[in-house]
């Protein structure tokens, strides 16, 4: 019997998206905690980051154990609940469905994060506009790229194989925030192929930003 994990998260951040998608895949209970991080001056605000530095989302606890970085709590999760497991056990398997996730959560996500947009708008002047179109350049970019390496005959109804793993709790949330930003995601047919897929899958919907109590 796992104990109770607790995710403090938000509902619009594809990194914590990720997370829920593999907490509902694996059939894990957890206690959803919003963290508004766009209201960063507030006390609550205060009080999250006095236990994530960071000031980032999410966070996971379960019991003493606290776990910041999504990825590394993806991993956590499949340690302690290897029953519906999430990585495939052959090793150049297990590799290219890491090699994919970071892909995505290093290469892309980082580049449409939203301190990052506030930072042009602030720093450089830009309009919400020239800001939504830095996002949408360097977002496309890392979608071409993406699409390529899934071009290989080991994809198959999702990201590897017939059966989600890491990479496709990481590519969803990728796909919807890219569809926020105002891009196509028709130009990647792969990609909009297995999101699709994954989409019609129970733990996705439930994971949805759209479905989370925090979301406006």
């Known amino acids: 019997m796992i104990d109770r994990l607790s995710l403090h ?3 619009t951040s594809s990194a914590s998206q990720r997370v829920r998608i593999a907490l ?6 957890f206690e959803y905690v919003p963290v508004n991080i ?3 001056g507030t006390d609550a605000f205060a009080e999250y980051k006095s236990k994530n530095p960071q000031g980032l989302v999410p966070t996971l606890f379960h019991g003493d154990v606290r776990i ?4 590394a709590i993806l991993e956590y999760l499949e340690e302690i609940a290897p029953a519906k497991p999430l990585l495939p056990s052959d090793p150049g398997a297990k590799a290219r469905v890491r090699s994919l996730a970071m892909f995505i959560v290093s290469e892309i996500q980082p580049l449409q994060n939203l301190r990052v947009f506030k930072y042009l708008l602030k720093e450089y002047q830009k309009t919400e506009d020239e800001g939504m179109a830095w996002r949408r350049h360097w977002v496309s970019i890392g979608l071409d790229a993406l699409e390529k390496e899934l071009s290989s005959a080991e994809t198959g109804l999702f990201c590897h194989g017939n059966s989600p793993t890491l990479a496709d709790c990481c ?3 990728q796909v919807h925030s890219s569809k926020r930003w105002g891009l196509d995601i028709k130009r990647w047919p792969t990609i909009a192929r297995i ?16 479905r989370q109590v925090d979301f406006a």
């Open 68 to 71: 910041s970085q999504s990825l």
């Open 171 to 173: 590519l969803v949330p």
């Open 24 to 29: 509902y895949l694996k059939g894990l209970p």
């Open 9 to 11: 998260n938000f509902a």
């Open 195 to 210: 999101a699709e897929r994954c989409d019609e899958l129970e733990a996705f919907q439930k994971a949805a930003p759209e």
């Open 38 to 40: 766009q209201r960063q």
